[in-house]
């Protein structure tokens, strides 16, 4: 095929020599079979129109860390401010016992992924045997093809689990570019809450290739609190695909940050299967130098009465590239759904660009639908109130950026780990760098 | 305190404001009135420091120094504030938040030590019981939601809290009823100060009734076309502009 990435990670037809069990082998073989097929999406593909793979597929990765189970990693790396609770540490995709705290919650497993694929698995067959159909989804093939290890968490129906639950993504340096993958299930039964942080780090300098599948079910009635903190360094390569599936009356409130990462991609899919489901979804990318980040919302109204409410925001600057699409279908039959998508973006940088995409597909009848996208400066009129009361420039315009921002993670009810994401925002926002930039392009 | 000159202002290529003079002094309450397009808000922006408000001529000299010099954060610093027509929505910044930022921004320009929270909650408080506000305010986002009258009372819990030596109240009795109005002027009579000077833009003379001018200018095509004391304010009431206008055309026949 001539795509060196796929022939370093595949090219000698060797699937991972682990304890997976027969039917899980067969997954990895199909999978691995359909991405040699069909290859990577190319800048052809709708799905991937404004992020091109072509250096990406032109370097060779090793396959996994033969280290990871050992790698020391810095305490400081994997903590999180206000998770002080149970933790789950992955290092280049191998869980990490020794890094992870995990005391027994009433009616809470946590399983690591290779353990449940080395049994039958019957509970979660359905899931991890599912196919990936489109080439456009040649990651989670790859996934598939190649996973070892990840978090599989189950929440008994009717629990309420009161602690934050931690996982930590760790991208270790190795001194090679290697190409980890990570599994997640997650499942909450009927009436079950999780709150849940979905963590990606890394170590400064490493480009590695880091690619995850996270799957989580909601029976009815359930409800997940879902954060996913991005903070890699500016360096690796990250593609993730978040998949939940909302039974009746459910709900998914998830929050993404993406703040690191020198080509990020990451699909979320969610389909509103159950009466009454509910997404609420809130967004941030703050970009800077070459990073690109493209975000792919795939929303889809299933059944009756069904809402989503979508609220993203974009910040690029210097020579940075932020994508947003954001799709809702309203099916057939999902009649009553109520679908809202708003999607505001600021340049900060004539060299930065922002490409936005709001699509809505409506297919029911009294649907309730309302979409917008824009992208723009910094409001003079709101900078001038800030000057005007005696703010200097740069501090005014670090505030009315963190509170651009900040619209979408402002319901973060956790004092501390609000505090420290507002601190992880006001660090990737060009303040008191403001002055010597303009210094730089006077001269 | 401030002496402006002939002053000529420019905003998206028109000229706004054509040689307008004007002289304000400590202690002193200066109401400034005109017509819709007479130029009354120009003349807050300019001294406040926006941009795009392109002064072609004249000089305006604030504390003996060139005003126009300054940025808007150091006028602010020096005491100047501009009570907006319209202030500004800013989801996600904290009203208690921004005052302090901007209290303090204020105080280190000036030399003078930074208020800890606990020191600016009490002169919060004081400010807040003095313009009967409810502490609600406090917590919510910069003007978000607030209604007109909510956004007025703000400006001048502001201007209350920041202390200016000369502010420009830029029809902040617009759109007012008649308690809110009463409120407005309360908080303006009750910082009355021999050192300390107010300029009131308005379009009526209602407003005259609560706050009691020293002077009032008339400001028409870009210049004080009249001044006099309290009862000019009242013959405008009575005669409206057109009055101002024919006065001009018969003074120049």
Same mark, same amino acid.
């Given at each position: 095929?001539?795509?060196?990435?796929?022939?370093?990670?595949?090219?000698?037809?060797?699937?991972?020599?682990?304890?997976?069990?027969?039917?899980?082998?067969?997954?990895?073989?199909?999978?691995?079979?359909?991405?040699?097929?069909?290859?990577?999406?190319?800048?052809?593909?709708?799905?991937?129109?404004?992020?091109?793979?072509?250096?990406?597929?032109?370097?060779?990765?090793?396959?996994?860390?033969?280290?990871?189970?050992?790698?020391?990693?810095?305490?400081?790396?994997?903590?999180?401010?206000?998770?002080?609770?149970?933790?789950?540490?992955?290092?280049?995709?191998?869980?990490?016992?020794?890094?992870?705290?995990?005391?027994?919650?009433?009616?809470?497993?946590?399983?690591?992924?290779?353990?449940?694929?080395?049994?039958?698995?019957?509970?979660?067959?359905?899931?991890?045997?599912?196919?990936?159909?489109?080439?456009?989804?040649?990651?989670?093939?790859?996934?598939?093809?190649?996973?070892?290890?990840?978090?599989?968490?189950?929440?008994?129906?009717?629990?309420?689990?009161?602690?934050?639950?931690?996982?930590?993504?760790?991208?270790?340096?190795?001194?090679?570019?290697?190409?980890?993958?990570?599994?997640?299930?997650?499942?909450?039964?009927?009436?079950?809450?999780?709150?849940?942080?979905?963590?990606?780090?890394?170590?400064?300098?490493?480009?590695?290739?880091?690619?995850?599948?996270?799957?989580?079910?909601?029976?009815?009635?359930?409800?997940?609190?879902?954060?996913?903190?991005?903070?890699?360094?500016?360096?690796?390569?990250?593609?993730?695909?978040?998949?939940?599936?909302?039974?009746?009356?459910?709900?998914?409130?998830?929050?993404?940050?993406?703040?690191?990462?020198?080509?990020?991609?990451?699909?979320?899919?969610?389909?509103?299967?159950?009466?009454?489901?509910?997404?609420?979804?809130?967004?941030?990318?703050?970009?800077?130098?070459?990073?690109?980040?493209?975000?792919?919302?795939?929303?889809?109204?299933?059944?009756?009465?069904?809402?989503?409410?979508?609220?993203?925001?974009?910040?690029?600057?210097?020579?940075?590239?932020?994508?947003?699409?954001?799709?809702?279908?309203?099916?057939?039959?999902?009649?009553?759904?109520?679908?809202?998508?708003?999607?505001?973006?600021?340049?900060?940088?004539?060299?930065?660009?922002?490409?936005?995409?709001?699509?809505?597909?409506?297919?029911?009848?009294?649907?309730?639908?309302?979409?917008?996208?824009?992208?723009?400066?910094?409001?003079?009129?709101?900078?001038?109130?800030?000057?005007?009361?005696?703010?200097?420039?740069?501090?005014?315009?670090?505030?009315?950026?963190?509170?651009?921002?900040?619209?979408?993670?402002?319901?973060?009810?956790?004092?501390?780990?609000?505090?420290?994401?507002?601190?992880?925002?006001?660090?990737?926002?060009?303040?008191?760098?403001?002055?010597?930039?303009?210094?730089?392009?006077?001269? | 305190?401030?002496?402006?000159?002939? !002053?000529?202002?420019?905003? +998206? $290529?028109?000229?706004?404001?054509?040689?307008? @003079?004007? *002289? #304000?002094?400590?202690?002193?309450?200066?109401?400034?009135?005109?017509?819709?397009?007479?130029?009354?808000?120009? !003349?807050?922006?300019?001294? +406040? $420091?926006?941009?795009?408000?392109?002064?072609? @001529?004249? *000089? #305006?000299?604030?504390?003996?120094?060139?005003?126009?010099?300054?940025?808007?954060?150091?006028?602010?610093?020096?005491?100047?504030?501009?009570?907006?027509?319209?202030?500004?929505?800013?989801?996600?910044?904290?009203?208690?938040?921004?005052?302090?930022?901007?209290?303090?921004?204020?105080?280190?320009?000036?030399?003078?030590?930074?208020?800890?929270?606990?020191?600016?909650?009490?002169?919060?408080?004081?400010?807040?019981?003095?313009?009967?506000?409810?502490?609600?305010?406090?917590?919510?986002?910069?003007?978000?939601?607030?209604?007109?009258?909510?956004?007025?009372?703000?400006?001048?819990?502001?201007?209350?809290?920041?202390?200016?030596?000369?502010?420009?109240?830029?029809?902040?009795?617009?759109?007012?009823?008649?308690?809110?109005?009463?409120?407005?002027?309360?908080?303006?009579?009750?910082?009355?100060?021999?050192?300390?000077?107010?300029?009131?833009?308005?379009?009526?003379?209602?407003?005259?009734?609560?706050?009691?001018?020293?002077?009032?200018?008339?400001?028409?095509?870009?210049?004080?076309?009249?001044?006099?004391?309290?009862?000019?304010?009242?013959?405008?009431?009575?005669?409206?502009?057109?009055?101002?206008?024919?006065?001009?055309?018969?003074?120049?026949?």
């Amino acid at each position: 095929m001539g795509v060196a990435l796929l022939d370093s990670l595949l090219g000698d037809g060797s699937i991972p020599d682990d304890p997976a069990s027969d039917w899980f082998v067969d997954v990895r073989r199909r999978a691995s079979e359909a991405l040699v097929r069909d290859g990577l999406p190319t800048a052809r593909e709708e799905a991937w129109k404004y992020t091109n793979l072509r250096s990406l597929a032109q370097r060779r990765h090793a396959r996994g860390d033969e280290q990871a189970a050992s790698r020391a990693i810095d305490a400081a790396t994997i903590a999180l401010p206000g998770a002080d609770g149970p933790r789950v540490v992955f290092v280049n995709g191998v869980y990490r016992a020794d890094l992870s705290r995990w005391s027994a919650i009433e009616g809470v497993s946590f399983q690591s992924f290779s353990e449940v694929i080395a049994g039958d698995a019957q509970a979660e067959r359905v899931l991890l045997t599912r196919r990936f159909d489109s080439k456009a989804q040649a990651f989670a093939r790859l996934n598939s093809a190649l996973v070892l290890d990840g978090p599989v968490i189950r929440v008994a129906a009717g629990v309420g689990v009161p602690e934050l639950v931690h996982v930590v993504y760790v991208g270790a340096a190795t001194g090679t570019d290697i190409a980890w993958q990570a599994r997640a299930l997650v499942e909450l039964g009927e009436g079950a809450s999780l709150r849940l942080v979905e963590h990606h780090v890394g170590e400064a300098g490493q480009a590695d290739l880091g690619n995850t599948v996270s799957q989580f079910a909601l029976r009815a009635h359930a409800r997940l609190d879902l954060l996913q903190l991005q903070t890699m360094p500016e360096s690796g390569t990250l593609i993730r695909r978040s998949e939940a599936v909302l039974e009746a009356d459910a709900q998914l409130h998830v929050r993404t940050l993406e703040l690191g990462g020198l080509l990020v991609r990451h699909d979320l899919a969610v389909e509103l299967a159950g009466d009454r489901a509910r997404l609420h979804s809130r967004g941030v990318f703050a970009l800077r130098g070459r990073q690109h980040v493209d975000t792919h919302l795939d929303v889809r109204h299933v059944a009756r009465d069904t809402v989503s409410d979508l609220l993203w925001r974009g910040v690029a600057d210097q020579r940075s590239r932020g994508v947003f699409h954001g799709a809702i279908t309203v099916a057939a039959g999902a009649d009553g759904a109520d679908a809202n998508l708003s999607n505001k973006n600021l340049l900060l940088s004539a060299q930065a660009e922002i490409d936005t995409q709001p699509v809505l597909e409506i297919h029911a009848d009294e649907v309730k639908a309302a979409h917008g996208a824009t992208v723009g400066q910094l409001d003079e009129h709101a900078l001038f109130y800030l000057r005007a009361r005696g703010l200097p420039m740069p501090v005014a315009r670090a505030l009315l950026m963190l509170a651009f921002c900040r619209v979408a993670v402002d319901s973060i009810e956790n004092v501390a780990l609000h505090e420290h994401i507002d601190a992880l925002l006001l660090e990737r926002l060009p303040h008191a760098a403001m002055d010597t930039d303009e210094a730089q392009s006077g001269s | 305190m401030l002496k402006i000159e002939n !002053l000529h202002v420019r905003v +998206a $290529g028109k000229v706004i404001l054509k040689g307008l @003079d004007l *002289t #304000v002094n400590a202690g002193e309450v200066h109401a400034i009135m005109g017509p819709n397009g007479a130029g009354k808000s120009t !003349l807050g922006y300019v001294l +406040a $420091g926006r941009e795009g408000y392109e002064v072609i @001529d004249g *000089t #305006v000299t604030y504390e003996g120094a060139d005003l126009l010099a300054l940025e808007p954060e150091e006028r602010a610093a020096s005491g100047v504030f501009l009570a907006f027509q319209y202030p500004v929505e800013i989801p996600g910044v904290n009203n208690t938040y921004f005052l302090r930022a901007a209290l303090n921004a204020q105080r280190r320009r000036r030399g003078e030590p930074e208020l800890d929270s606990m020191q600016f909650l009490k002169r919060v408080r004081e400010k807040l019981a003095v313009l009967h506000l409810k502490d609600e305010l406090l917590h919510r986002a910069v003007n978000e939601g607030f209604s007109g009258g909510e956004k007025k009372r703000n400006e001048i819990f502001q201007m209350a809290l920041l202390e200016p030596r000369l502010a420009i109240l830029d029809e902040t009795d617009s759109g007012l009823d008649i308690d809110a109005l009463k409120m407005v002027a309360d908080g303006v009579n009750a910082m009355r100060d021999p050192g300390r000077a107010f300029v009131v833009i308005t379009h009526y003379q209602r407003l005259l009734d609560y706050i009691v001018p020293d002077f009032v200018h008339v400001l028409a095509e870009g210049r004080i076309v009249e001044s006099g004391d309290r009862t000019l304010a009242l013959r405008l009431e009575e005669h409206g502009y057109a009055w101002i206008a024919e006065r001009k055309v018969a003074g120049a026949a």
